[in-house]
């Protein structure tokens, strides 16, 4: 099935934060600052960045609007494909079912998310991974998976070079299965109950 996303300027970028349980590490590392997010949109003059800025200013300005509009493109996604996957928070961390609950109420729709916000109850319909940070613990990570849960983690390997899977991941952590995260982007088609390994990207890689 296709997969699309929803891209907001991170943190307090756009001046509203939208990641509340983000730490420095995190922010500093954000791929949402690498790769194409730093480029112009093209013919507007634009740039990728000041776009999604943009996004998040609409989104706390008129919510009900903004999240029409959203599902307003699911639907039509949903119209072209039949069933997709959706992840509305390709930069950001918010409670969707707490902000827009309605939104989520396509059952052709699998959403799923990254977060670090541990007290969220998501629809059946919402898959979420669980982002460790610098202030997670080995037990906290255990203890989730434990529970149940997929907790993502980054691993001081590098991502591929020319396609080639050249740097492998370890194959456990704490004793918990580490699975390959970077082979593909759909969360929700992970076993549960896993370790999601991904390698360093963005800033990080050079050590910034």
Not at 77 to 88: D, F, I, M, S
Not at 96 to 120: C, G, S
Request: aromatic share 10%; with cysteine; hydrophobic share 35%.
């Amino acid at each position: 099935r296709p997969d699309y996303s929803l891209s907001l300027a991170p943190a307090y970028t756009s001046g509203h934060n939208v990641c509340n349980n983000s730490t420095p590490t995190c922010r500093k590392g954000c791929v949402a600052f690498s790769g194409r997010g730093t480029g112009p949109t093209g013919k507007s003059g634009g740039t990728v960045m000041s776009g999604r800025i943009l996004k998040v200013q609409f989104l706390i300005e008129d919510r009900d609007a903004f999240c029409s509009l959203v599902k307003a493109e699911i639907l039509q996604a949903v119209k072209k494909h039949g069933a997709v996957g959706c992840r509305l928070n390709a930069f950001s961390d918010i409670p969707w079912e707490k902000v827009a609950p309605w939104m989520l109420q396509i059952p052709q729709v699998t959403f799923y998310d990254y977060t670090k916000l541990h007290n969220r109850t998501p629809p059946s319909n919402y898959f979420l991974c669980y982002s460790a940070s610098e202030r997670t613990s080995d037990e906290d990570i255990v203890r989730m998976v434990k529970e149940g849960k997929n907790v993502a983690v980054i691993f001081g390997v590098r991502y591929r070079v020319n396609g080639n899977w050249q740097f492998p991941l370890p194959t456990t952590f704490c004793g918990v299965p580490v699975i390959d995260g970077d082979k593909q982007d759909t969360r929700y088609d992970d076993p549960r109950g896993v370790v999601v390994g991904l390698r360093i990207k963005g800033k990080r890689v050079n050590g910034e």
